[in-house]
Every structure is written in structure tokens, then in C-alpha cells.
């Protein structure tokens, strides 16, 4: 090849020579084995590249187990972002793959104005959650344009047939397809990994990036900030949580008609406006003894049989003396397509003959099971009875015990499971590949490392089979996993990047749930629940669990006792009262207390740095700061001044700038938050960073640079919604209104003013909602709404005075400004009167007549 070509497909230039991959000029990583590949495809474009071709190409002169063609085969199809509406390779079934792109060849680079530019990953990221198919698609067009013309008619559709039949995949396929439809986007809620009902609600705000906090259902909360999207949202996998998956599907179609729920279930969800779609199985061939391969490749399971025979084989051609029996199996499994799957995996030790004759045998054996199950349940049932069946003993032990993993695991934590007296270490590796050759177990390459997961049916299977072998005692092994690695999270979060950790880390949030909901059931190990409690800070802060981390702490006091470490109790205490937000309060409650000094005991200094700051913040009134709280702060730095640099040493001087705030001593304030932000920026910490941005505003405006403060602000609520920070949003907003309002835009301060108040109500932060009604009193007022504005200052007053929440000094200034007006405008006694009524009222009351003004209306407007 000439060193000046390069191939040209979609926004994408490919150089052969410099062996380089760029997107709208901007390079892409691709790994040595899979630029390879990606060579080999491009190079042939249009037509058919054999496996075997490619991979005497890739790895020449080397045998190579096929799986590891597939393996590039899906990191080219994802770096290239492949999805329902962008393809650009095509698997041809039985013979390989083919680059159906359109490929251009030019001349050296190719300045990237010449391409149409690609949407930022994060744009792409906020559309939609989908995950990219790993295999290809087979058949369903009729099916997806049924689904698609009662999605268009109803605001719900369930998709309800046996496990394995196919529903999400067909679900997530529509999904793609139809993302230009939804301006919001589409988002997908797998519940399959969740242990209880009362997680649906939360896991959607997760989904979202809404931390369900405080003592708002979760529910109300989603539902608050989906009210005005037209999103398109895929409930999937149902039946285990079908009555809370019911009773959220209602609530959005009650109060969300933009958006259309697609829901997959085994039994319908039972709600008013439901449309039900039976999914059926693939279409199977009819019963012939001289069917030919072409006439059984007219069905579309026999066409999945057939592919799924040559991703597990190498390369797999139906001939017409195998098509017979690949016909009768696909008719035995009714079409199933999990099934179908796992019958063509068999094919590395039997033939087709004898892969249908060990059917026939096992039907005949579950003639008498349950009369009220539905047949394909029976079938699959049967299905994955055989297949078990055909494992060795210590692969049957592996996966059995591989199922105490919700959300699957790497190869160290199958090892922490699996291995025994029975199995030794060395073997799990082994044992696990065989499982993934045998398609019981899948190996996801995507992330940092490898993790192995089974698809959810397998993994009940599998379950059901460990509970019969007593052996209980795995889930006990699987949380001991999971606390040695978030031990190792907790101390590595402090000074790594956000998203190198959340990459290591995030993967495992699901299995570290079950494992603190094992650990506090009723066979669990509370002592270890409380220590798994303890590590739970960090994951809980960077992935906003908040609803989680509440309701673990609150799991975890009652089993405080003398037994347990002194700095797991304090760990366990500080992240308890870490949730409560509010600054001007005069004591320091009892837990605190007792944090610092179970701190100090330990001699955990970290532990002890944040009880500390925790502890000053809360007590920090504006006006001079006291020597006790100063005393706790100067103390909080310096026991991590040696470990710079550290997020929770920039913490600590951002919280002793907020005091020096709070006194007017700006200079100070400025020298220690630049020292915060330098320190964040240096080990990329994304949520500090974002929060040093918040304060530099803050010093801004009450410094009188009220433009500067406005740039630093909007340039923070850019990132905050780029990263879906939705309570730094939140007080961003609020922030914003102040300053807009300071300045007499009365329409972008209301209009702030307004979201925030839903953002902190949708994650239960009252107090900031508080803040919010204030300015938007303070904009009731100067657009001579006064009548409304002292009947919601009224009811702030009162919070206020509840709640000892102080004012600080932008609130204080608009305040001032809003009560000066009011005494102008009214006489005391009918002031005071109206202050009443609304001290009165109740939070919703209170925030319906802050944003029903009508001269507000029209400002807003």
C-alpha cells in the first residue's frame, strides 16, 4: 500500500501506513489486534472476508482459538460506536464478516473541516444508555414494526412471553432505532440486577443522575424531573419487580405525557392503558425428513442456529444432510432463541443427530413437571437443565457459585467464589473459559478489565442450583470480595482521577449493594455488613447513592457495639451525619462528637481530617468565625498537609476558605480556594473541581465583580450539566438567580430560580429549596407581585427560623432588598398578616404560588 492512501468511511480516516484511526481529525485508540482487523475489513469492503482469511492475516502463522477474532470483532464494532442505525459490519452467517460502510480512498490525512463532525461523546452520552449489540441481529422486521405502531398509540407497551424468547433484545433494538423520535432521548432501566422492589424507583434516578435523597420518594422524585421530557424509557426485565415496576409505569403515564415506557415482562404489569404484545418465538420449519439446508434457512431460527453455530465453531455451513436435525431442535426449543443458542454451542461436542436426540430425552423426562407453567417456560426450563447436565462436575460448581454475583465480576472475584477443597485457584480460570466457551458465561472486554457475567435466566438457573447444594455460604465469600475491594476503593479514591476510578470501581456498585443487602438479611453477617458500610463513602459521593448510603447507615447503627474497629464505627457515624446540610448550627451533635473521637482513638487521620471540617462547616455562621471552629479547621489541614497533594486536603482548605467567606476575610478565602482548585485540577477530581468553580463565583460576586461572578457561574452550570451533576446544578442555579436578580433581570433569575427549586426538590435537599423561594420572592416583588411575595417570604422566615438554617450573604442581600420594598409597599399590620398566612402554608403550597405569579409569568416568558 502506498503510504500516501488513506481509506475514508463516514467521519472516520483510516491511514494503513501511519496506522492511525481518526474521527472528525480527532485520533482514535485502537488496539494493535483490532487496528488488524479493522484493516483486513476495510481493505475488502463489500465483500466477504472469511474468518479463516482474517485471522491468518492477524495472527499469521499462529493457531488461535476463534473467540478471539469475535473479541476484536466487538472492540472495532464499538470504538467505531456501532449501533441500531449505524452499521458497518456485517456478520455473514457461516462465512464471516463484511464492511458494508461506503469506503472512499484519499490521499494522505484529511483535514477534519472536510468531514461533518461528530457530536461530542458526551452529547451522544446524555441521548441515550444503550449499550452497543454484541452479535448479530436476526429476523424480528415484523415484530419490531407491530411493537413500533402500538408505541406510537399508546404511551405503554409491555412485551410479555417466556425467559429467553427474546424480549430485550428486540426492545433494545426498537430502542435505537427510534432515538431521533425522542428530542430527550432513550434510556434504558435494567432491573434484572436488582434484589427488592423498593430499588426500581431508585435505580431510575440513578439512571437519570438524580440522587434520590431525603425523605421524598424515590418515585416522586423521577417522575418530578421526567414530568416535561419526551423521552422514550425501556423498563426491561419486570417480572421479579412487577409491582413496583407497575406502580412507577403508572405514576409516568400519569404525570409524563411525553414519555412512552417500553416495558419487557414476563406477566403483564396489570396497568390502565397497557398495551400488551405477546412476543413470539422465531419462526421455526415445519417437520420435513427431506428438508434441504436452503429451505431451512428460510426460518429464522434455524438462521440463528446457524450463526451462533459458526461464532462457536470458527466457521459452520448447514448442509442437507444436517438440516433435518437442525430443523427438528429449533422446532423442539419452539424457536426460542436463548435456547436455540445454547443448542448451537453444543456443537464442539456433538453433532446435530445427537444434539436432538438428547432433547427428545429430556422433554420426555419433564412430562410431569408443573401443569399450570406455560410451555415455553417448561422448554426452557428443560433447555437449561441440559445444558447443566452437560457440564463436568467443577464446571457445574463454578457456575452455580458464580451466581452470587448480580452484576457479574472479574476474574479475581470468580476466584474469591468459586474456589475450595473442590476447586483450587489455579483452576477457576480454566473452568471459567470453559463456561464462556460454552455460552453460559459471557467475558465483556470493554471496560479496564475483564468481567464475566451471565445472562439473567442463567444466573437464577444457576441460583436456584446453588441454594440446593446448600451452599449459603458463597454469598458470605462474595461480600468479603466486595469489602476487600472497595477497602482498596476508598484508599485509592483520594488521589485518583474520577473517571480512572469510577472506570475500576463502578462496575462493581450493583454487587456492592446486594452484597450490604446480604450482610443485614437474615442470614447475613452484620458485622460485616457494618464494615462494608464503612467503605461505602466514596462510590456513595461519586455515583450519587445517597437514598443507599441513608438507608445503609441507618442499617448499620443499631450494630455499633464494642466489638466493632473504632474507625469503621467513626466511618460509619460521619457518613451518617455527612448527609445532613445546613451551616449555622450552634452544638454539635452527639454522633459527631463521637466520630472525632473514635477518629482520634483509631489514629485515622483522614477519618479524623473530614469529622473534623464536617463538624466546622456545619457550625459556620457569617460574621467572625469562632476559635473552636477555626481550631477544628487548622487542625483538619494540617493532619493531611504531608499527603499532598490529596482531594481530602483540598476539601479541608476549601471548607476553611467557605469560613473566611463567611467573616469577609476575601483574600484569605481566595488564596486557600485557588490552593482547593489547583489541587483538584491536579488529580482530576471532577466534582471538586466543579465545586472550587462554585465558590470562586461566590468570592466573585460578594468581592463586587457581579459579571465575573456571572461568567465563573454559567461556565459551572455548562459542566455541571455536561457531567449530569445534578445537586451542584442545583445550587448553581440557585446561585445564578441571586446574582441575575442583583442586576434586575427578573426573567433569568426567576427562570433559575424555578429549576432549581425542582432540582432540589427532586433530590430532597429542602434546604436549598428554601434558598430558591427566596429568590423567587425577591422576584415576585420587584415585578409587583407583592401580595404573593410576602405570603412565600413568610413561609421562608418560618423555615428558617424551624430549621436554625442561617442566611448567608448573597441570600441576606436579597433579603434586605425584598423586606425594604415590602414595608414600602404595604402597612405593617397587612405585611404581617400575609407573613402569617404563608409561615402557614405547606411546601407544595409554597412553591405553587412562588411560580404562579403572573407578572412572574410574563417575566419568565
Same mark, same amino acid.
Given at each position: 500500500?502506498?503510504?500516501?492512501?488513506?481509506?475514508?468511511?463516514?467521519?472516520?480516516?483510516?491511514?494503513?501506513?501511519?496506522?492511525?484511526?481518526?474521527?472528525?481529525?480527532?485520533?482514535?485508540?485502537?488496539?494493535?489486534?483490532?487496528?488488524?482487523?479493522?484493516?483486513?475489513?476495510?481493505?475488502?469492503?463489500?465483500?466477504?472476508?472469511?474468518?479463516?482469511?482474517?485471522?491468518?492475516?492477524?495472527?499469521?502463522?499462529?493457531?488461535?482459538?476463534?473467540?478471539?477474532?469475535?473479541?476484536?470483532?466487538?472492540?472495532?464494532?464499538?470504538?467505531?460506536?456501532?449501533?441500531?442505525?449505524?452499521?458497518?459490519?456485517?456478520?455473514?452467517?457461516?462465512?464471516?464478516?463484511?464492511?458494508?460502510?461506503?469506503?472512499?480512498?484519499?490521499?494522505?490525512?484529511?483535514?477534519?473541516?472536510?468531514?461533518?463532525?461528530?457530536?461530542?461523546?458526551?452529547?451522544?452520552?446524555?441521548?441515550?444508555?444503550?449499550?452497543?449489540?454484541?452479535?448479530?441481529?436476526?429476523?424480528?422486521?415484523?415484530?419490531?414494526?407491530?411493537?413500533?405502531?402500538?408505541?406510537?398509540?399508546?404511551?405503554?407497551?409491555?412485551?410479555?412471553?417466556?425467559?429467553?424468547?427474546?424480549?430485550?433484545?428486540?426492545?433494545?433494538?426498537?430502542?435505537?432505532?427510534?432515538?431521533?423520535?425522542?428530542?430527550?432521548?432513550?434510556?434504558?432501566?435494567?432491573?434484572?440486577?436488582?434484589?427488592?422492589?423498593?430499588?426500581?424507583?431508585?435505580?431510575?434516578?440513578?439512571?437519570?443522575?438524580?440522587?434520590?435523597?431525603?425523605?421524598?420518594?424515590?418515585?416522586?422524585?423521577?417522575?418530578?424531573?421526567?414530568?416535561?421530557?419526551?423521552?422514550?424509557?425501556?423498563?426491561?426485565?419486570?417480572?421479579?419487580?412487577?409491582?413496583?415496576?407497575?406502580?412507577?409505569?403508572?405514576?409516568?403515564?400519569?404525570?409524563?405525557?411525553?414519555?412512552?415506557?417500553?416495558?419487557?415482562?414476563?406477566?403483564?404489569?396489570?396497568?390502565?392503558?397497557?398495551?400488551?404484545?405477546?412476543?413470539?418465538?422465531?419462526?421455526?420449519?415445519? !417437520?420435513?425428513?427431506?428438508?434441504? %439446508?436452503?429451505?431451512?434457512? *428460510?426460518? @429464522?431460527? =434455524?438462521? +440463528?442456529? /446457524? &450463526?451462533? $453455530? #459458526?461464532?462457536?465453531?470458527?466457521?459452520?455451513?448447514?448442509?442437507? !444432510?444436517?438440516?433435518?436435525?437442525? %430443523?427438528?431442535?429449533?422446532? *423442539?426449543? @419452539?424457536? =426460542?432463541? +436463548?435456547? /436455540? &443458542?445454547? $443448542? #448451537?454451542?453444543?456443537?464442539?461436542?456433538?453433532?446435530?443427530?445427537?444434539?436432538?436426540?438428547?432433547?427428545?430425552?429430556?422433554?420426555?423426562?419433564?412430562?410431569?413437571?408443573?401443569?399450570?407453567?406455560?410451555?415455553?417456560?417448561?422448554?426452557?426450563?428443560?433447555?437449561?437443565?441440559?445444558?447443566?447436565?452437560?457440564?463436568?462436575?467443577?464446571?457445574?460448581?463454578?457456575?452455580?457459585?458464580?451466581?452470587?454475583?448480580?452484576?457479574?465480576?472479574?476474574?479475581?472475584?470468580?476466584?474469591?467464589?468459586?474456589?475450595?477443597?473442590?476447586?483450587?485457584?489455579?483452576?477457576?480460570?480454566?473452568?471459567?473459559?470453559?463456561?464462556?466457551?460454552?455460552?453460559?458465561?459471557?467475558?465483556?472486554?470493554?471496560?479496564?478489565?475483564?468481567?464475566?457475567?451471565?445472562?439473567?435466566?442463567?444466573?437464577?438457573?444457576?441460583?436456584?442450583?446453588?441454594?440446593?447444594?446448600?451452599?449459603?455460604?458463597?454469598?458470605?465469600?462474595?461480600?468479603?470480595?466486595?469489602?476487600?475491594?472497595?477497602?482498596?476503593?476508598?484508599?485509592?479514591?483520594?488521589?485518583?482521577?474520577?473517571?480512572?476510578?469510577?472506570?475500576?470501581?463502578?462496575?462493581?456498585?450493583?454487587?456492592?449493594?446486594?452484597?450490604?443487602?446480604?450482610?443485614?438479611?437474615?442470614?447475613?453477617?452484620?458485622?460485616?455488613?457494618?464494615?462494608?458500610?464503612?467503605?461505602?463513602?466514596?462510590?456513595?459521593?461519586?455515583?450519587?447513592?445517597?437514598?443507599?448510603?441513608?438507608?445503609?447507615?441507618?442499617?448499620?447503627?443499631?450494630?455499633?457495639?464494642?466489638?466493632?474497629?473504632?474507625?469503621?464505627?467513626?466511618?460509619?457515624?460521619?457518613?451518617?451525619?455527612?448527609?445532613?446540610?445546613?451551616?449555622?448550627?450552634?452544638?454539635?451533635?452527639?454522633?459527631?462528637?463521637?466520630?472525632?473521637?473514635?477518629?482520634?482513638?483509631?489514629?485515622?487521620?483522614?477519618?479524623?481530617?473530614?469529622?473534623?471540617?464536617?463538624?466546622?462547616?456545619?457550625?459556620?455562621?457569617?460574621?467572625?468565625?469562632?476559635?473552636?471552629?477555626?481550631?477544628?479547621?487548622?487542625?483538619?489541614?494540617?493532619?493531611?498537609?504531608?499527603?499532598?497533594?490529596?482531594?481530602?486536603?483540598?476539601?479541608?482548605?476549601?471548607?476553611?476558605?467557605?469560613?473566611?467567606?463567611?467573616?469577609?476575610?476575601?483574600?484569605?478565602?481566595?488564596?486557600?480556594?485557588?490552593?482547593?482548585?489547583?489541587?483538584?485540577?491536579?488529580?482530576?477530581?471532577?466534582?471538586?473541581?466543579?465545586?472550587?468553580?462554585?465558590?470562586?463565583?461566590?468570592?466573585?460576586?460578594?468581592?463586587?465583580?457581579?459579571?465575573?461572578?456571572?461568567?465563573?457561574?454559567?461556565?459551572?452550570?455548562?459542566?455541571?450539566?455536561?457531567?449530569?451533576?445534578?445537586?451542584?446544578?442545583?445550587?448553581?442555579?440557585?446561585?445564578?438567580?441571586?446574582?441575575?436578580?442583583?442586576?434586575?433581570?427578573?426573567?433569568?433569575?426567576?427562570?433559575?430560580?424555578?429549576?432549581?427549586?425542582?432540582?432540589?426538590?427532586?433530590?430532597?435537599?429542602?434546604?436549598?429549596?428554601?434558598?430558591?423561594?427566596?429568590?423567587?420572592?425577591?422576584?415576585?416583588?420587584?415585578?409587583?407581585?407583592?401580595?404573593?411575595?410576602?405570603?412565600?417570604?413568610?413561609?421562608?422566615?418560618?423555615?428558617?427560623?424551624?430549621?436554625?438554617?442561617?442566611?448567608?450573604?448573597?441570600?441576606?442581600?436579597?433579603?434586605?432588598?425584598?423586606?425594604?420594598?415590602?414595608?414600602?409597599?404595604?402597612?405593617?399590620?397587612?405585611?404581617?398578616?400575609?407573613?402569617?398566612?404563608?409561615?402557614?402554608?405547606?411546601?407544595?403550597?409554597?412553591?405553587?404560588?412562588?411560580?404562579?405569579?403572573?407578572?412572574?409569568?410574563?417575566?419568565?416568558?
Amino acid at each position: 500500500m502506498s503510504g500516501s492512501i488513506s481509506y475514508l468511511f463516514a467521519e472516520f480516516c483510516l491511514n494503513p501506513t501511519r496506522r492511525t484511526l481518526t474521527c472528525a481529525g480527532v485520533p482514535v485508540e485502537l488496539g494493535s489486534r483490532a487496528m488488524d482487523v479493522l484493516l483486513a475489513l476495510v481493505s475488502r469492503a463489500g465483500e466477504v472476508a472469511t474468518k479463516a482469511d482474517i485471522m491468518a492475516e492477524v495472527w499469521p502463522g499462529v493457531v488461535v482459538e476463534e473467540n478471539n477474532l469475535t473479541t476484536q470483532i466487538a472492540t472495532v464494532r464499538r470504538v467505531l460506536g456501532e449501533t441500531g442505525t449505524a452499521r458497518f459490519i456485517q456478520t455473514v452467517p457461516g462465512r464471516g464478516y463484511r464492511f458494508v460502510a461506503e469506503v472512499r480512498v484519499g490521499g494522505g490525512a484529511v483535514p477534519a473541516a472536510s468531514l461533518a463532525p461528530l457530536p461530542p461523546p458526551e452529547a451522544v452520552g446524555e441521548r441515550h444508555n444503550l449499550p452497543t449489540e454484541s452479535s448479530s441481529f436476526i429476523g424480528r422486521g415484523r415484530e419490531l414494526a407491530e411493537i413500533r405502531a402500538r408505541l406510537e398509540a399508546r404511551a405503554l407497551v409491555t412485551l410479555v412471553g417466556a425467559g429467553g424468547v427474546g424480549k430485550t433484545r428486540v426492545a433494545l433494538r426498537l430502542a435505537g432505532d427510534l432515538l431521533d423520535n425522542f428530542p430527550d432521548g432513550v434510556f434504558l432501566l435494567e432491573l434484572a440486577p436488582l434484589t427488592e422492589p423498593r430499588l426500581v424507583a431508585e435505580a431510575l434516578c440513578r439512571v437519570l443522575g438524580v440522587p434520590a435523597t431525603g425523605d421524598r420518594p424515590a418515585e416522586a422524585v423521577a417522575i418530578s424531573v421526567l414530568r416535561q421530557k419526551r423521552m422514550l424509557l425501556v423498563l426491561d426485565t419486570c417480572e421479579h419487580v412487577l409491582s413496583a415496576a407497575a406502580s412507577l409505569a403508572a405514576g409516568i403515564l400519569r404525570n409524563c405525557p411525553g414519555l412512552r415506557v417500553l416495558a419487557t415482562s414476563r406477566e403483564a404489569l396489570g396497568v390502565a392503558g397497557e398495551a400488551v404484545y405477546p412476543m413470539p418465538s422465531l419462526a421455526v420449519p415445519n !417437520a420435513s425428513q427431506g428438508m434441504t %439446508a436452503a429451505e431451512a434457512l *428460510r426460518s @429464522d431460527a =434455524v438462521r +440463528l442456529f /446457524t &450463526e451462533r $453455530a #459458526a461464532d462457536a465453531l470458527g466457521s459452520y455451513d448447514l448442509t442437507d !444432510a444436517d438440516a433435518p436435525a437442525v %430443523a427438528t431442535i429449533c422446532r *423442539r426449543l @419452539d424457536g =426460542v432463541p +436463548l435456547a /436455540t &443458542e445454547l $443448542a #448451537a454451542a453444543r456443537l464442539r461436542m456433538l453433532k446435530p443427530a445427537e444434539i436432538a436426540a438428547r432433547l427428545e430425552d429430556v422433554f420426555r423426562l419433564l412430562t410431569g413437571g408443573s401443569r399450570t407453567a406455560l410451555p415455553r417456560q417448561q422448554t426452557l426450563r428443560a433447555t437449561m437443565d441440559w445444558s447443566f447436565s452437560l457440564l463436568s462436575e467443577a464446571e457445574q460448581v463454578v457456575l452455580r457459585r458464580l451466581s452470587v454475583f448480580v452484576d457479574g465480576c472479574p476474574l479475581k472475584g470468580a476466584v474469591a467464589v468459586a474456589c475450595g477443597a473442590d476447586i483450587p485457584a489455579e483452576d477457576v480460570f480454566d473452568l471459567v473459559s470453559a463456561l464462556v466457551a460454552k455460552s453460559l458465561v459471557a467475558a465483556d472486554t470493554t471496560g479496564q478489565v475483564t468481567r464475566f457475567r451471565m445472562l439473567e435466566a442463567t444466573r437464577q438457573y444457576a441460583a436456584e442450583r446453588l441454594l440446593e447444594a446448600g451452599e449459603i455460604g458463597r454469598h458470605r465469600d462474595m461480600a468479603a470480595y466486595i469489602l476487600a475491594t472497595f477497602r482498596r476503593a476508598e484508599a485509592a479514591w483520594p488521589t485518583q482521577a474520577t473517571m480512572q476510578w469510577l472506570a475500576q470501581y463502578g462496575p462493581a456498585a450493583e454487587n456492592f449493594r446486594a452484597a450490604i443487602d446480604w450482610a443485614f438479611g437474615v442470614h447475613g453477617d452484620a458485622a460485616l455488613g457494618v464494615s462494608l458500610v464503612a467503605v461505602s463513602g466514596a462510590i456513595a459521593e461519586e455515583m450519587s447513592l445517597q437514598t443507599d448510603l441513608r438507608r445503609w447507615t441507618d442499617a448499620a447503627l443499631p450494630h455499633l457495639n464494642e466489638a466493632t474497629p473504632k474507625a469503621e464505627a467513626a466511618a460509619v457515624l460521619y457518613l451518617h451525619t455527612m448527609l445532613i446540610k445546613r451551616i449555622g448550627t450552634e452544638t454539635v451533635p452527639v454522633e459527631r462528637q463521637q466520630a472525632i473521637a473514635w477518629f482520634r482513638e483509631a489514629g485515622d487521620a483522614v477519618g479524623l481530617s473530614r469529622a473534623l471540617r464536617q463538624t466546622a462547616i456545619a457550625r459556620a455562621m457569617p460574621g467572625a468565625a469562632s476559635a473552636d471552629v477555626l481550631g477544628m479547621l487548622d487542625e483538619a489541614v494540617s493532619l493531611l498537609r504531608h499527603l499532598a497533594p490529596h482531594k481530602d486536603l483540598a476539601t479541608a482548605l476549601a471548607h476553611t476558605g467557605g469560613v473566611y467567606f463567611l467573616s469577609a476575610r476575601l483574600d484569605e478565602c481566595r488564596k486557600l480556594n485557588e490552593a482547593a482548585l489547583a489541587m483538584r485540577q491536579a488529580l482530576g477530581d471532577r466534582s471538586g473541581v466543579l465545586a472550587s468553580s462554585v465558590n470562586m463565583a461566590e468570592l466573585l460576586f460578594l468581592d463586587g465583580d457581579v459579571p465575573a461572578a456571572l461568567r465563573y457561574a454559567t461556565a459551572a452550570e455548562s459542566e455541571a450539566r455536561r457531567c449530569n451533576a445534578v445537586a451542584t446544578l442545583a445550587l448553581i442555579l440557585c446561585n445564578l438567580a441571586g446574582y441575575r436578580l442583583h442586576g434586575d433581570d427578573l426573567a433569568g433569575g426567576a427562570a433559575a430560580a424555578a429549576e432549581a427549586l425542582g432540582l432540589s426538590r427532586a433530590i430532597g435537599q429542602d434546604y436549598l429549596a428554601v434558598m430558591c423561594l427566596e429568590h423567587l420572592a425577591l422576584a415576585l416583588t420587584l415585578s409587583g407581585e407583592i401580595v404573593r411575595a410576602a405570603q412565600v417570604l413568610g413561609f421562608v422566615d418560618a423555615h428558617y427560623k424551624s430549621a436554625g438554617q442561617t442566611r448567608e450573604w448573597l441570600e441576606q442581600a436579597g433579603h434586605d432588598r425584598m423586606v425594604a420594598r415590602l414595608q414600602a409597599a404595604l402597612p405593617p399590620d397587612r405585611l404581617q398578616s400575609l407573613r402569617d398566612e404563608g409561615a402557614a402554608w405547606a411546601p407544595e403550597s409554597a412553591d405553587a404560588a412562588a411560580l404562579r405569579g403572573a407578572t412572574l409569568e410574563r417575566a419568565v416568558a
